[in-house]
């Protein structure tokens, strides 16, 4: 089977890992606080605070933020569901925006047509590793006096206006999970704008304390640490950061093999009647974490069900959390490009090990069901 996607991890990330439980230091320490430093240079954010998952992240963030119970918050129904559910843990409540067609993310438009006077914040996601137009949406929260939190999951490496998607951004919130260009196994990572917004999520991660555990015990005087708020353990290992710090030195190389590779994807496939895939829009250049194909008069499942059959696992396209059980008592707005990207895409194998000849199959499998 081709995989639809290999995280590329090898002998140098098991050897950091190892050094790290060889140090005796294995919670939240300094190879955490070194994996925050060159993450956040690394995506151009001013400050970066490790947690356990980007889903913890975007909790922690709207936290941060003060959202609660009568709040609303828009998110896309086209994403991950962790993006509507952390919207849940606060008590506040999740509003659909529909998508563009092109990048599947939200835009002024389709936010303004689900904003009230209870909007407070906007959960905007970098779809797939596509930036949404950031000049335009951060400028359109500052307008209306909204919160804009960037769920920016898989979008480390992708870039717009010339920019790392993070640079700008007042709160951004990433994973580290394998399936993402990166990983730590399980992990993710708050990145901001503003210090002290940075020293109240670190203290929201590590149940509140005005002193990290860590600091605690490198002080050569007894600390007595106080604790300033009900908060949360959403800390990350030293084991997972050690990781980290090799993976992101590979960043920059995945996103430029990948982008070849989706190069040649779309080079092969042009001629193919029924596919559109994903492409970079104007402003900016997407790392391609996931790489997508709009499907036009192709039935998903079958196209799903040759490709398996013939050795490629492929998947549906991004899901839409309002078509979903736990999202039965929430009753939208129309959603017409959410449900039809969700209905007719697929997500294509790419990662690290690809090769031309695995490409050239799975283009061949499509070409035949296209002209059948
Ligand atoms: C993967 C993903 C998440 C969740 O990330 P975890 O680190 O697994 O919690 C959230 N939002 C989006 C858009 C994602 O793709």
């Not at 975007?58 to 952390?86: K, M, Q």
């Not at 710090?245 to 190069?263: D, E, H, I």
């Not at 039935?299 to 059980?325: F, K, T, W």
């Amino acid at each position: 089977m081709i995989p639809v996607m290999i995280p590329d991890l090898g002998e140098e990330e098991a050897q950091a890992a190892a050094e790290a439980i060889r140090s005796g230091w294995v919670a939240q320490g300094p190879r955490v606080a070194r994996f925050e430093t060159e993450f956040a240079a690394a995506v151009g954010a001013g400050h970066g605070v490790a947690v356990s998952s980007c889903t913890t992240g975007l909790h922690l963030a709207l936290v941060l933020l003060g959202i609660g119970p009568g709040d609303e918050v828009i998110v896309p129904s086209l994403s991950f569901i962790a993006t509507a559910n952390a919207v849940r843990y606060v008590g506040a409540t999740p509003v659909f925006a529909d998508v563009e067609l092109a990048t599947g993310n939200l835009s002024v438009e389709t936010i303004d047509a689900v904003r009230t006077l209870r909007t407070r914040a906007i959960i905007a996601v970098h779809q797939g590793g596509v930036p949404f137009d950031t000049v335009a949406l951060r400028k359109a929260a500052d307008d209306w006096s909204v919160a804009l939190v960037e769920d920016a999951a898989c979008a480390a490496g992708s870039t717009a206006y010339g920019l790392p998607v993070g640079a700008g951004a007042g709160v951004a919130a990433w994973s580290f999970h394998p399936r993402k260009l990166i990983t730590t196994g399980e992990g993710g990572m708050v990145t901001v704008s503003s210090a002290d917004d940075a020293a109240r999520l670190k203290r929201l991660r590590e149940h509140g304390m005005n002193v990290s555990a860590a600091d605690r015990h490198q002080s050569t005087q007894p600390v007595l640490e106080a604790y300033l708020e009900t908060a949360f353990n959403y800390r990350m290992t030293d084991i997972q950061a050690a990781v980290g710090l090799v993976q992101l030195g590979k960043l920059s190389n995945l996103v430029k093999q990948r982008r070849a590779l989706a190069a040649r994807y779309q080079r092969e496939m042009s001629d193919i009647n029924g596919l559109t895939p994903v492409t970079d829009p104007a402003y900016g250049q997407t790392n391609y974490q996931s790489f997508w194909v709009l499907l036009n008069g192709l039935d998903r499942d079958e196209v799903l069900a040759e490709l398996a059959q013939r050795g490629v696992s492929a998947r549906r396209g991004i899901m839409a959390a309002h078509l979903e059980p736990a999202y039965r008592d929430v009753t939208p707005g129309p959603l017409p490009v959410t449900e039809r990207i969700t209905r007719d895409s697929i997500i294509l194998p790419l990662h690290h090990r690809l090769t031309e000849t695995d490409q050239d199959h799975i283009i061949g499998v499509l070409r035949e069901l296209a002209t059948r």
